[in-house]
């Protein structure tokens, strides 16, 4: 690695933009590029770099209460949800998620509320400083780590209560992990995604995700893993001494459900109301009310009008987001096999009838072929279109593959021109599918909202 790549700066150390003065005037959007600069580290396995950059910091982890979130799929509505009941209990509740999909402040919420621009700079020019010096003894911090490390410190000086922590990527080597025993180490559904890193099958998968279980905490896991993966998250509770309940899908049935959300009961006495619709979500759901009776276990007060406020207060943009509309939208992030099952499932479900058009860019280094045979086929229209990342397919390809299952597909140059063509195709009655990845979901989600291309808030 040269030294202009190990991030040393004709400046000095932690001069990116020019002067001191210019320094000073750091901006929003100069903070959060000094951020994604650290993606040219990439990724490497090990706890040795967070855990340096942390104790450069003061060690804000180890004054933390954690509950740690790992999964495939659903991990982010798992954390959503038991943050909302957390903070409807009273608790000052924090909460750590990746990826965003419209602002990076999404990564940093405490008790439903983004951290200000402000405070990401400031957060910037406290880490940035550690990273750099920890780069002259030859340590180098990836993206994700410096963005950990900022959510650390930033829940700490705010002196939260409880940090509800999704994992990155994983488990066992990813950067959250260097936390000590959570309040409770949570699985949410596994499936097959970045097997290239974590392993090409779900055993080799559910190993990763159990590197997050330690002495002292208790495992919760989803009602619906995979056998082999079941087996495998059982026998690392056991080879770590500690409990592990695997939450009971029966406890949670449907009351009533349409495309705006799901009424639930919880064993059969508590009613709840939540944004989120799909099967898998009651199973999500299923997931985070075994989670509550563990914290209350522990001693945590959650009484059940806190667990009811929370559920009806939770929601995460693009995840079978439907928004009203000449034609209504039903936006997705999901971008793998398993979130392809699901909408599915939803389109299936809450749509039968409906001539639906789909919007759809993807990843280059995701199961493409995979994910477009579950959802292409009940498409009458497909416009591809590439999401502005690196590692994005290009439209022309998408549409090639995506034309195996349906038989009308087109290739835009753009959103704008994507989305221009989705609306003529809907005609009066149809209904538009955004979905594939979660990059494209930040691009279209402000075009949906707001009709002109400008920032929106989740």
């Not at 056998?227 to 009533?256: H, M, Y």
């Not at 985070?288 to 007060?301: F, P």
């Not at 639906?356 to 995701?366: C, E, R, S």
């Not at 086929?377 to 290009?394: C, D, E, W, Y």
Request: glycine share 8%; net charge negative.
């Amino acid at each position: 690695m040269t030294e202009k790549q190990a991030g040393s700066h004709e400046n000095g150390p932690g001069l990116l933009f020019g002067t001191k003065e210019e320094e000073e005037k750091m901006t929003y959007q100069q903070a959060v590029a000094r951020v994604d600069s650290r993606l040219r580290f990439g990724i490497k396995a090990g706890l040795d770099n967070i855990t340096a950059l942390l104790h450069k910091l003061g060690d804000p982890h180890k004054k933390l209460r954690v509950v740690h979130v790992a999964g495939t799929n659903g991990k982010g509505t798992t954390c959503t949800l038991l943050a909302a009941v957390l903070c409807k209990a009273g608790y000052r509740t924090g909460l750590f998620t990746s990826p965003y999909v419209i602002d990076f402040r999404e990564r940093f919420i405490i008790n439903g509320t983004m951290i200000e621009p402000e405070g990401v700079i400031q957060l910037v020019k406290k880490v940035e400083p550690a990273v750099l010096e920890l780069e002259q003894e030859g340590v180098y911090v990836t993206e994700f780590e410096m963005i950990t490390a900022m959510g650390f410190l930033w829940f700490s000086e705010q002196q939260c209560d409880v940090v509800v922590l999704e994992v990155g990527l994983g488990g066992r080597f990813d950067a959250t992990n260097v936390i000590a025993c959570p309040e409770a180490a949570v699985v949410a559904s596994i499936s097959l995604d970045h097997t290239a890193i974590l392993g090409g099958t779900v055993e080799q998968i559910a190993f990763e995700k159990a590197g997050i279980f330690k002495p002292g905490t208790t495992a919760v896991l989803y009602p619906k893993e995979p056998e082999g993966a079941q087996t495998v998250l059982e026998n690392a509770c056991r080879e770590k001494g500690i409990p592990c309940v695997t939450a009971r899908e029966q406890d949670v049935t449907v009351q009533d459900t349409d495309i705006s959300g799901t009424r639930l009961l919880w064993k059969g006495k508590l009613p709840l109301s939540m944004a989120f619709i799909g099967e898998h979500q009651r199973l999500n759901a299923a997931t985070v009310l075994a989670v509550i009776e563990v914290l209350r276990e522990k001693g945590w007060c959650l009484p059940d009008e806190s667990v009811q406020r929370g559920f009806a207060a939770a929601h995460i943009p693009a995840r079978m987001e439907y928004i009203e509309g000449h034609p209504p939208v039903l936006l997705d992030g999901g971008h793998n096999p398993g979130c392809a099952k699901a909408l599915r499932q939803v389109l299936e479900t809450y749509l039968p009838g409906r001539t639906l058009t789909a919007v759809i860019g993807m990843m280059a280094d995701k199961d493409s072929e995979t994910a477009l045979s579950e959802v292409a086929p009940l498409f009458a229209h497909v416009i591809t279109v590439q999401p502005q990342n690196p590692r994005s397919l290009p439209a022309e390809e998408l549409a090639k593959r995506a034309g195996h299952y349906c038989s009308d597909c087109k290739a835009a140059e753009s959103v704008e021109e994507a989305l221009s063509m989705a609306r003529t195709l809907c005609g009066e009655d149809g209904v538009m599918v955004v979905c594939g990845s979660f990059y494209l979901a930040s691009e279209v989600r402000p075009f949906l909202l707001s009709g002109e291309k400008k920032e929106a808030r989740p």
